[in-house]
């Protein structure tokens, strides 16, 4: 009976009842979960103090622009917003196309202080929203643990894991201000609303889990996992035989009113409905209801041939329903699965189907060292805290398993998604490590450093489950002689040394591997004093001031955002990546000669075109190191005018040397990378410190293009789009003409004369 | 275009005399002053409408056709040097310069003094072909003087061509033009840039009288394909004209009698005078000369808000264009010629809409005429431009181009369901749950009491 | 497949039992007599029918045959929605979403009171009041059908 009160207790929040010892208690854990929060916070703010209050990366930055555009124009503007801005000359409907969850939090703060007349930048807010929820993510992994597992200690260390594990701080630094700031927190809550709601059967809270998860779909697309974990969850508690009423109701709520919320979202649309991604739910609901129908039979006329009814019926249903399915997305109605998709079952198709979706560098597979880096000693404990699981399976456990498994595997298939495994790993973790503490420390005075579980634990006797610690106790207790207070000390010392270094390794990862902002890049001196190398800056402020407001600017979509943010100019194509073939006409137009892509840049009326070469610097993130991408693209979209087989040797090399083959020498993105470069250098001498080596001593020459800016360190080079030749000649003849060269004379022509008629 | 625009008001505004749109200042190269004397006539013909004239000798050091560094004079007339070359002052890079600054160049070649090489290497960035050796003319045996010429068949007499259809007209005289010892120009097939003001009879060829062989074999060129007179206009509509007869601009052709061969037709008086009046006129731009006055466009039904920034997809939407043609000395409403029309492109990345524009009495006023058209913005949104492209032979280019964006519908511009009938079953569908739901509540609460019973019974 | 049949089988008696104690005792006394005569007669559906519509006629407490009613109502609703959009095409698709997810969830939602107000289930539902599960029923109708009136413009 206890254990059921006690989770209610906790959810709803209510810590200040009861006698004054759990008061007391209360307070404690109040105290503690604040100052985890504030432990969140704190350390995700390195990021401010090596740099500056900046906004990082690349998303954030139209993150930060959509905000702005929200905050000065009202939501109903920003809901209609088409922007012809980006994506010359096409636009984009971005009021459509994005979800707004995350501009219209931080418009909503915004509005929040001043109306309680603090004005603050909204920049500053966007900066630090991503820490702000990161504090209540650690709290609502507290309330999630809390449901699932006994252990009172579970929850605080759930919640400290969660505030400091460096794959969740990797998205969510201050300055990092992605969907992701705020998805996770909404993913944890939903799935503590859903919890609870099954828990429950409570239409309640399906009815809350349904309107976070709604939330959830404003705010990333990522909400898909939710859309298919939580009915996996329900057809496996189906299938092990184990519905009820309480996930009948839960499961209904949550999706009837889930989906119609998800639909409210404009960019979502009827998804819900035709998308292949959203079916299984939609089964499941189906499903339900037939097994609450049989159930509900069942109940007036109880016989054994209804197991057998129930059994069949559900086998048949299912396999009809995925017929159904499979037809219908044959016959188009239901849209097939989308690229990203298949790319997260084979983790090839991408690289061969969609080059743009293997080009995003945070949709490789991961290196499996990331995931010890990421999560250091969670990653251990995180089986042990899945077999815990395993040994008291409710309801409850059952969704961390299945959460466990398919996050594991998708964190293995795209780097990205080491994010919704963090959670579960915590988890887990917390479980599994209070789990131990619990057995060990039941009567001890413990001396460890997070006092959560010994206030705990000492009620742990009259309060807590008869359930796993008596059971280890009556096991383990005789033989290993865990009374002693050398055992004691011993695992207390141990885990202790364990947290200490992954609190150590935490903040050294998170100082060093995850707060750069990458616009600016940070280099040590000689002298060990930082040096700060702010090319992008400088290059898009010269844009900014130097340039008509509409010169629009041709860059490879990476910097579109950052265009669009910083220099405040339209751009062709930005990391908004809805539209292929703009993006491979803007690889074809750098992967081509000066005479095809000069057309294409007029065609588009570009005026400004920006590349990025790390060749000065060795910045090996340049724009020769993605070319092939580029050039993947483009070979996609026309591949009988690009091939990828001409950019390399004839040994499959990719150079840019003397002996790079002539399809690359001649390519708008080589010219511009290394135009002038040599001039640098003592003849012959020009060095590519990037890919380490020697430059054609004859640098290229241009002729569609001049060049208008180069940054201090090379790294930002923009060339203008000349206007066409006043007198009609090609730009390479005009160029020839003014170095002095004599045109050949026409002279003698070969074969039949061309007349001309007019 | 803008800029374009504005100095030709400017240089308007400035010299109200001046009869060319773009200014009056001349200069004259001609290497002997003794031979300035020859062209009398001409020089007070342009005198008479407001030139000033600057005759400068290419020999001269201190000639230059640039002051800081823009160009110093708006018209140059080069008359062919009896030296090689032009000097250092007149190179090609120069000459092209001087086009690219908007200023207008009138070539006269002669046949009698080889042309120099930086003419032809000039000449030949602007695609217009000389014959290879330099002191070659053409000659026409059917077409030739017999007063001037009877042995040579050198002097061309060459009446105005028949008008084109939808080709302005600018030059044609009356009468016979001589074309005393003409350098024959061959124009290139690509640029739509030159065109042909006198061209040669059918039964001229090129011919290069100092080479000895009897006959000529394979010549240069012949028949129409050779032009006496040809024009260039550069994407700045600076005006380069390339006259292959000096002579025919000197005092002795300006009233010459000439025959030509043949009985019909009688000796009579060159019209040379005339067409060097016309060439000069087109050539320093006091004809043809386009200029935009006012755009305007607008939602259809909503004329008030004048060129916005921002239409919506299937929007009405009306476009107008002003536009006005110099003639000699004031600005006249422009008329295409007839079988031509200014046509409007609505474009993003390819024209959505190409429409020709209709100009009505009603709209034209004094000195510009209203070219206008309503048409239906396309299920497209992005980043549109109202294109008025018109380049045509012997008139500036006119390139107009409005940028506005066309967006998507709001989300308040669909039609609400209840607009829409077949969307009525569902709503009433759902308002008929609600009712129902109503009702269910209602009987709920007030069954309550009877409620009571069960619950207590079932605890027993 | 045998671990999870007997999971089935035990949660399944658990079930029952534990709802036999809190069932009306005059009222189970029927169910058990009918379900000895199904159990006889379950191999013809038509007995099984019948049985099941006596059972249920008897058995039945007043307010659940009125929610019984309210989701008869709905599933005719709904039924005729689906039919008419079938027949006559689903032009404003939104239009057609909202009104029919309006009676699903509405359906569902009733579904779930009566799951919940049903003794038979009070094992599931221990901290769940009759009166709070028409509070939770309320509010989360009143969420649909601001949804569904949004959605359909």
């Known amino acids: 009976m206890a254990s059921a009160t006690k989770p209610q207790s906790t959810a709803s929040g209510v810590f200040f009842e009861g006698e004054t010892a759990r008061n007391t208690r209360g307070l404690l854990r109040i105290i503690i979960l604040c100052t985890i929060a504030a432990t969140a916070v704190a350390s995700r703010l390195f990021s401010v103090i090596r740099f500056e209050s900046i906004i990082h990366e690349f998303d954030p930055w139209f993150n930060f622009r959509a905000t702005k555009y929200l905050v000065q124009n009202g939501f109903y503007d920003f809901w209609d917003w088409f922007d012809d801005r980006t994506w010359h000359p096409l636009g984009r409907v971005t009021g459509g196309t994005l979800y707004p969850g995350l501009m219209v939090t931080s418009g909503a703060?915004?509005?929040?202080?001043?109306?309680?007349?603090?004005?603050?930048?909204?920049?500053?807010?966007?900066?630090?929203?991503?820490?702000?929820?990161?504090?209540?993510?650690?709290?609502?992994?507290?309330?999630?643990?809390?449901?699932?597992?006994?252990?009172?200690?579970?929850?605080?260390?759930?919640?400290?894991?969660?505030?400091?594990?460096?794959?969740?701080?990797?998205?969510?630094?201050?300055?990092?201000?992605?969907?992701?700031?705020?998805?996770?927190?909404?993913?944890?809550?939903?799935?503590?609303?859903?919890?609870?709601?099954?828990?429950?059967?409570?239409?309640?809270?399906?009815?809350?889990?349904?309107?976070?998860?709604?939330?959830m779909v404003s705010a990333w697309g990522g909400y898909v996992f939710i859309t298919n974990l939580l009915p996996l969850h329900a057809f496996v508690l189906i299938c092990m035989g184990r519905f009820s009423p309480r996930l009948y109701v839960s499961y209904t709520t949550w999706y009837a009113l889930g989906t119609l919320a998800s639909m409210q979202i404009p960019f979502v649309g009827f998804l819900p409905i035709r998308s292949s991604e959203h079916m299984s739910a939609l089964g499941v609901f189906g499903l339900l209801q037939l097994v609450g129908f049989t159930d509900y039979i069942r109940q007036q006329l109880p016989s054994k041939q209804f197991q057998l009814l129930l059994r069949t019926l559900v086998l048949v249903i299912f396999v009809v329903a995925f017929g159904l399915l499979v037809l219908l997305t044959v016959s188009g109605t239901i849209a097939p699965w989308t690229g990203r998709f298949y790319s997260l079952w084979d983790t090839g198709y991408a690289k061969i189907h969609i080059p743009i979706i293997a080009s995003v560098s945070e949709h490789q597979p991961t290196a499996w060292p990331a995931f010890f880096f990421d999560l250091n000693m969670l990653i251990w404990l995180f089986p042990a805290g899945v077999y815990m699981c395993f040994r008291s399976l409710k309801d409850e456990q059952v969704f961390v398993v299945i959460y466990a498994v398919l996050a594991s595997y998708f964190a293995g298939v795209m780097v990205r998604l080491m994010l919704t495994l963090t959670p579960v790993v915590c988890i887990a973790a917390a479980m599994a490590l209070s789990q131990i503490l619990d057995t060990f420390l039941v009567a001890g005075e413990p001396a460890e450093p997070i006092e959560a579980p010994s206030t705990k634990t000492n009620d742990a006797k009259d309060k807590t489950v008869p359930g796993i610690p008596e059971v280890l106790r009556s096991t383990k207790g005789p033989l290993v002689g865990i009374y002693s207070y050398m055992s004691k000390a011993m695992i207390t010392g141990a885990v202790t040394c364990y947290l200490l270094l992954f609190v150590m390794h935490c903040t050294w990862v998170t100082?060093?591997?995850?707060?750069?902002?990458?616009?600016?890049?940070?280099?040590?001196?000689?002298?060990?004093?930082?040096?700060?190398?702010?090319?992008?800056?400088?290059?898009?402020?010269?844009l900014r001031q130097n340039t008509k407001p509409d010169a629009k600017v041709m860059s490879w979509w990476d910097y579109g955002y950052q265009i669009g943010g910083m220099a405040d100019r339209p751009t062709l194509v930005d990391n908004n990546t809805w539209n292929n073939t703009h993006?491979?006409?803007?690889?074809?137009?750098?992967?081509?000669?000066?005479?095809?892509?000069?057309?294409?840049?007029?065609?588009?009326?570009?005026?400004?075109?920006?590349?990025?070469?790390?060749?000065?610097?060795?910045?090996?993130?340049?724009?020769?190191?993605?070319?092939?991408?580029?050039?993947?693209?483009?070979?996609?979209?026309?591949?009988?005018?690009?091939?990828?087989?001409?950019?390399?040797?004839?040994?499959?090399?990719?150079?840019?040397?003397?002996?790079?083959?002539?399809?690359?020498?001649?390519?708008?993105?080589?010219?511009?990378?290394?135009?002038?470069?040599?001039?640098?250098?003592?003849?012959?001498?020009?060095?590519?410190?990037?890919?380490?080596?020697?430059?054609?001593?004859?640098?290229?020459?241009?002729?569609?293009?001049?060049?208008?800016?180069?940054?201090?360190?090379?790294?930002?080079?923009?060339?203008?789009?000349?206007?066409?030749?006043?007198?009609?000649?090609?730009?390479?003849?005009?160029?020839?003409?003014?170095?002095?060269?004599?045109?050949?004379?026409?002279?003698?022509?070969?074969?039949?004369?061309?007349?001309?008629?007019? | 275009m803008r800029f374009t625009l504005l100095g030709l008001l400017l240089g308007f505004l400035g010299i109200v005399s001046a009869l060319s749109a773009t200014g009056s200042s001349l200069l004259v190269i001609i290497e002997e002053e003794a031979d300035k004397s020859k062209y009398s006539q001409f020089w007070a013909d342009l005198q008479g409408r407001g030139y000033e004239i600057t005759y400068r000798s290419p020999k001269d050091t201190n000639l230059s056709l640039f002051l800081h560094g823009e160009p110093a004079y708006s018209h140059l007339l080069l008359l062919p040097p009896k030296s090689k070359g032009l000097g250092p002052n007149l190179t090609p890079n120069?000459?092209?310069?001087?086009?690219?600054?908007?200023?207008?160049?009138?070539?006269?070649?002669?046949?009698?003094?080889?042309?120099?090489?930086?003419?032809?290497?000039?000449?030949?960035?602007?695609?217009?072909?000389?014959?290879?050796?330099?002191?070659?003319?053409?000659?026409?045996?059917?077409?030739?003087?017999?007063?001037?010429?009877?042995?040579?068949?050198?002097?061309?007499?060459?009446?105005?061509?028949?008008?084109?259809?939808?080709?302005?007209?600018?030059?044609?005289?009356?009468?016979?033009?001589?074309?005393p010892r003409a350098v024959g120009q061959v124009l290139g097939n690509a640029s739509p840039m030159l065109s042909s003001i006198v061209k040669a009879g059918a039964s001229a060829y090129i011919y290069n009288p100092k080479e000895e062989t009897e006959g000529v074999e394979d010549p240069f060129a012949t028949g129409s394909q050779i032009n006496i007179v040809s024009a260039f206009q550069a994407r700045n509509s600076a005006r380069f004209t390339v006259l292959g007869s000096s002579e025919a601009l000197q005092d002795t052709w300006f009233d010459a009698k000439v025959r030509l061969p043949g009985t019909d037709y009688k000796a009579g008086k060159t019209s040379n005078k005339e067409f060097a009046q016309r060439l000069s006129e087109w050539a320093f731009k006091e004809i043809g000369v386009l200029r935009v006055e006012q755009v305007q466009h607008s939602l259809d039904e909503d004329t008030k808000d004048i060129n916005p920034k921002i239409y919506r997809v299937k929007n009405d939407v009306r476009y107008s264009i002003e536009i006005s043609e110099w003639d000699v000395d004031q600005w006249i409403p422009f008329n295409p010629p007839t079988g031509d029309a200014v046509q409007l492109e609505f474009s993003m990345l390819s024209p959505f809409h190409r429409l020709s524009l209709n100009s009505s009495p009603s709209t034209t006023n004094k000195d510009a005429t209203a070219f206008s058209t309503t048409f239906r913005t396309p299920d497209q949104h992005g980043i549109f431009n109202f294109y008025v492209e018109y380049r045509r032979p012997f008139f500036t280019a006119i390139e107009d181009k409005q940028t506005v964006t066309v967006r998507h519908f709001a989300h308040d511009e669909f039609p609400r369901s209840?607009?829409?009938?077949?969307?009525?079953?569902?709503?009433?569908?759902?308002?008929?749950?609600?009712?129902?739901?109503?009702?269910?509540?209602?009987?709920?609460?007030?069954?309550?009491?009877?409620?009571?019973?069960?619950?207590?019974?079932?605890?027993? | 497949m045998a671990p999870k049949k007997n999971a089935a089988a035990g949660a399944n008696s658990q079930s029952t039992s534990s709802s036999t104690p809190a069932t009306n005792t005059p009222v189970s006394n029927k169910p058990s007599s009918t379900s000895t005569a199904s159990r006889n007669a379950s191999t013809n559906p038509q007995d099984i029918a019948t049985g099941i519509w006596e059972n249920y006629v008897n058995n039945t407490p007043q307010r659940v045959k009125l929610i019984d009613t309210f989701m008869l109502f709905l599933v005719i609703v709904g039924g005729l929605q689906f039919l008419y959009c079938i027949l006559a095409g689903n032009y404003p698709f939104n239009a057609f979403l909202s009104g029919f997810s309006a009676t699903v969830g509405q359906f569902v939602l009733t579904a779930s009171l009566r799951i919940q107000t049903n003794s038979a289930n009070a094992a599931d539902f221990k901290q769940l009041s009759h009166e709070r599960a028409f509070a939770d029923f309320v509010f989360g109708s009143m969420i649909l059908h601001f949804f569904c009136v949004n959605f359909i413009n």
């Open chain 2, 94 to 179: 120069l000459l092209v310069d001087f086009i690219n600054g908007g200023s207008n160049i009138l070539l006269a070649l002669s046949a009698e003094q080889a042309v120099p090489t930086a003419i032809n290497s000039l000449l030949l960035e602007l695609d217009i072909n000389l014959p290879s050796d330099r002191t070659s003319l053409v000659v026409d045996h059917l077409a030739y003087d017999l007063t001037s010429s009877a042995e040579k068949h050198d002097v061309l007499l060459i009446p105005s061509a028949e008008p084109k259809k939808g080709v302005v007209d600018f030059f044609s005289v009356d009468g016979l033009v001589a074309f």
């Open chain 1, 109 to 215: 703060i915004w509005h929040a202080l001043r109306a309680i007349s603090l004005p603050v930048d909204i920049r500053n807010i966007c900066v630090l929203l991503a820490p702000g929820f990161s504090g209540l993510t650690a709290f609502a992994s507290y309330l999630l643990t809390s449901e699932l597992s006994d252990s009172p200690s579970a929850g605080l260390l759930a919640a400290i894991f969660m505030g400091i594990a460096p794959g969740y701080i990797s998205r969510s630094v201050a300055g990092s201000y992605d969907n992701e700031a705020i998805a996770i927190f909404l993913l944890v809550f939903t799935f503590y609303l859903w919890i609870k709601a099954v828990k429950e059967g409570s239409v309640m809270w399906g009815a809350f889990a349904a309107l976070f998860y709604g939330y």
């Open chain 2, 418 to 460: 209840y607009e829409i009938s077949a969307a009525w079953p569902w709503i009433s569908g759902i308002w008929v749950t609600i009712g129902g739901w109503l009702a269910f509540v209602a009987i709920w609460l007030y069954s309550k009491p009877t409620r009571d019973n069960k619950p207590a019974s079932a605890k027993k």
């Open chain 1, 511 to 542: 100082s060093n591997a995850y707060s750069s902002p990458s616009v600016v890049l940070a280099s040590r001196l000689p002298d060990g004093s930082q040096h700060i190398i702010d090319d992008y800056r400088e290059a898009y402020y010269w």
């Open chain 1, 583 to 758: 993006i491979a006409t803007v690889g074809k137009a750098m992967s081509s000669r000066e005479e095809v892509s000069y057309p294409i840049m007029r065609q588009h009326e570009v005026d400004y075109v920006l590349v990025v070469f790390g060749g000065l610097l060795g910045y090996s993130g340049d724009d020769i190191n993605k070319f092939l991408w580029m050039i993947r693209i483009a070979e996609g979209i026309w591949p009988d005018e690009v091939k990828e087989r001409d950019f390399f040797t004839s040994r499959g090399e990719y150079r840019v040397d003397d002996e790079a083959p002539p399809a690359m020498k001649n390519s708008l993105m080589y010219k511009m990378s290394y135009y002038n470069f040599d001039k640098l250098f003592p003849a012959g001498q020009a060095q590519d410190r990037v890919r380490g080596s020697r430059l054609p001593a004859q640098g290229p020459e241009l002729s569609t293009v001049e060049e208008a800016f180069t940054s201090e360190n090379w790294i930002v080079r923009i060339y203008k789009v000349k206007d066409l030749d006043n007198l009609g000649r090609s730009h390479q003849d005009a160029g020839a003409f003014e170095k002095g060269n004599k045109k050949k004379k026409a002279g003698k022509r070969k074969g039949a004369r061309v007349l001309r008629v007019d």
